[in-house]
């Protein structure tokens, strides 16, 4: 039996909720990493999950894209992490307090 | 298809080929130090773009501002009107960067990702299909992440950078989960399609598509610095280089209003909620929360990034009465233009005092107005006019905004925005004048010190457009008339 779009949907929702908890909650700068990235994977479940309901495929297109693009924002934020960790010794930004107002 | 000579494939072209050829250059060239080298090739470029952008404004008659259109990217007033704000910061940046670049590294790294995210926030102005936009979007962010960590043995620029990172790659996640779901309720992604797709929908998909309507307001709300999403604002102006506070603050800020008016706008028309109260409140909330926490600052580089978050409140009037009067997104598109001027002159001439004195604290401002008299008076000006005092631009663009609120009549609750308005630049006065007095009316009289010669060229540039737009503010007004969009056309539909 085949996957109705709500299952797919439901996914991405307890996806998306994780991922903003985690980046409301957490306060270590790589699992606020990871809890951007659960939410642009669930948004790139969306756009497959709509493409393959819809008559078009623009969703599975977008979907790459985003991959792409998010593999390339992950690149830049790892760089700007291990910069961080060479100067404090900690990826906790609650730790780095160098500006406050 | 896109014509191939049309201007946003002619600006990627110009501003690309060059982008991508300054770090080559700098690997295959062995001598160091040669910052004014790529300073002038990338100032070349953004000259040559901004020259094209506005020859094709004054004599090619530009099609009206459609906002929609079967392609991915529409050459239309509206657009040309960002574009040119934003080249204009872009060249801002890049001449105050030739003094203020002097004693770092990297200078062929740092011309290519500035005119890199140049091309994203030019075509995030153009771009008419939410695939288009987000790619342009990420291209105009993820530059300015390494710029503002650009500094790298100090540390208030890397917490800066990754503090922005965090919060800016949050607000793009937020923006594509947004966009599946529009993409899941319309079936397209082009902009005009997916309006009226909206317009046509069942009605037990609204819950979906106001959760997508909240997501995009969250998502550009962060670059906007809109008041619940503000947090990482100052932080991140305040550590970043001050040249490149430039570019956030009078740039991607901009361009996430470009990007707010295509969607949000359009989208809260088309789905015939009254979302506009609710942009009105988060518009009064920015401009109070921004204008109240710089009064307390000590930092001018923090005191200035709470006033654009003010600022980013004065926009939003004009995008909250918007389906009630065409005055509005005037008003708003008017602002946007000197803002982009008012900032980033006020920024450079901050990046001018850290490159000569390294101070940023506003104690030690005393009796700058006689140490440096050009860069003082640049800094005066663009205070004042962000504060909307007559002779200068700010003053229409304030104008017409909180006329816009006064005119509109429908709403009820709109008069109070324009209140509002009036009582927050009355209190960002308090504030302005208050640096004005450290630098003038305070400390001994010391020596004339050398000045940075480019940014007394900024400075310049900035005081006499400031001034001649508030002196003869017709053309000006003129062109933000035609560049509003036609709201007509979805109301009809």
């Given at each position: 039996m085949s996957n109705t779009m709500l299952d797919f949907v439901i996914v991405s929702i307890a996806l998306l909720a994780i991922g903003i908890y985690g980046m409301s909650v957490k306060r270590n700068a790589i699992r606020m990493l990871f809890a951007v990235e659960m939410i642009v994977n669930a948004a790139n479940l969306n756009l497959v999950a709509f493409a393959r309901f819809l008559p078009n495929s623009q969703g599975q297109t977008?979907?790459?894209?985003?991959?792409?693009?998010?593999?390339?924002?992950?690149?830049?934020?790892?760089?700007?992490?291990?910069?961080?960790?060479?100067?404090?010794?900690?990826?906790?930004?609650?730790?780095?307090?160098?500006?406050?107002? | 298809m896109i014509e191939i000579t049309s201007t946003p494939i002619i600006l990627v072209a110009i501003l690309g080929t060059v982008g991508m050829i300054l770090p080559i250059i700098g690997i295959a060239k062995k001598e160091k130090g040669s910052n004014s080298f790529y300073a002038t090739i990338a100032f070349g470029a953004l000259i040559a773009s901004i020259g094209y952008v506005i020859y094709e404004t004054v004599t090619d008659q530009l099609p009206p501002s459609a906002l929609f259109s079967k392609d991915v990217l529409s050459n239309d007033s509206f657009s040309s009107l960002f574009a040119i704000a934003m080249l204009i910061v872009s060249i801002i940046t890049t001449a105050g960067s030739f003094n203020f670049m002097k004693n770092h590294s990297h200078h062929a790294v740092y011309y290519s990702l500035i005119l890199l995210s140049t091309i994203g926030m030019v075509l995030v102005a153009y771009s008419t299909d939410l695939v288009m936009l987000f790619v342009a979007w990420e291209l105009m962010s993820i530059p300015t992440y390494v710029l503002a960590g650009f500094l790298k043995k100090n540390p208030s620029s890397n917490e800066a950078a990754l503090k922005y990172f965090l919060f800016g790659a949050l607000s793009s996640a937020i923006i594509i989960y947004g966009i599946s779901l529009v993409y899941g309720i319309t079936g397209s992604t082009n902009i005009g399609e997916v309006m009226a797709g909206l317009q046509q929908m069942d009605p037990s998909l609204m819950p979906l598509a106001l959760l997508a309507a909240g997501m995009f307001i969250a998502g550009f709300g962060f670059k906007m610095g809109l008041v619940p999403f503000h947090m990482w604002l100052p932080d991140t102006y305040e550590g970043a280089p001050p040249t490149i506070t430039a570019l956030l603050a009078a740039g991607t800020k901009k361009a996430g209003f470009a990007a707010a008016l295509r969607v949000i706008i359009m989208g809260t028309i088309a789905l015939n909620v009254d979302w506009t109260l609710a942009l009105g409140v988060i518009a009064v909330m920015t401009m109070t929360v921004g204008n109240i926490a710089a009064i307390m600052q000590k930092n001018i580089s923090r005191m200035l990034a709470y006033s654009s978050i003010g600022h980013a409140g004065y926009i939003l009037i004009g995008l909250a009465v918007a389906p009630f009067t065409v005055l509005g997104i005037q008003g708003s598109l008017f602002h946007v233009l000197n803002h982009a001027v008012m900032k980033g002159a006020a920024f450079i001439a901050i990046a001018g005092i850290v490159a000569t004195l390294g101070i940023t604290n506003i104690d030690k401002l005393r009796g700058l107005g006689r140490k440096m008299p050009v860069i003082s008076i640049g800094l005066v000006i663009s205070l004042l006019a962000l504060a909307g005092v007559p002779p200068t631009s700010g003053f229409w663009s304030k104008l017409i905004l909180f006329g816009a609120a006064l005119d509109s009549g429908l709403?009820?609750?709109?008069?109070?925005?324009?209140?509002?308005?009036?009582?927050?630049?009355?209190?960002?006065?308090?504030?302005?004048?208050?640096?004005?007095?450290?630098?003038?009316?305070?400390?001994?009289?010391e020596k004339r010190i050398a000045e940075p010669k480019a940014i007394i060229g900024v400075m310049v540039f900035s005081i006499i457009f400031l001034v001649a737009i508030g002196v003869y503010p017709e053309p000006i007004i003129e062109f933000t008339r035609n560049a509003v969009p036609v709201l007509g056309f979805i109301a009809s539909k």
């Open positions: 977008f979907a790459l894209f985003s991959i792409a693009i998010a593999a390339a924002e992950v690149g830049v934020g790892l760089a700007l992490i291990i910069v961080a960790y060479r100067m404090y010794k900690n990826v906790d930004i609650a730790e780095f307090r160098s500006l406050k107002g | 709403p009820s609750w709109a008069p109070w925005l324009a209140i509002a308005g009036v009582l927050n630049s009355a209190l960002s006065l308090a504030y302005y004048g208050w640096i004005i007095r450290k630098m003038y009316f305070e400390g001994e009289t």
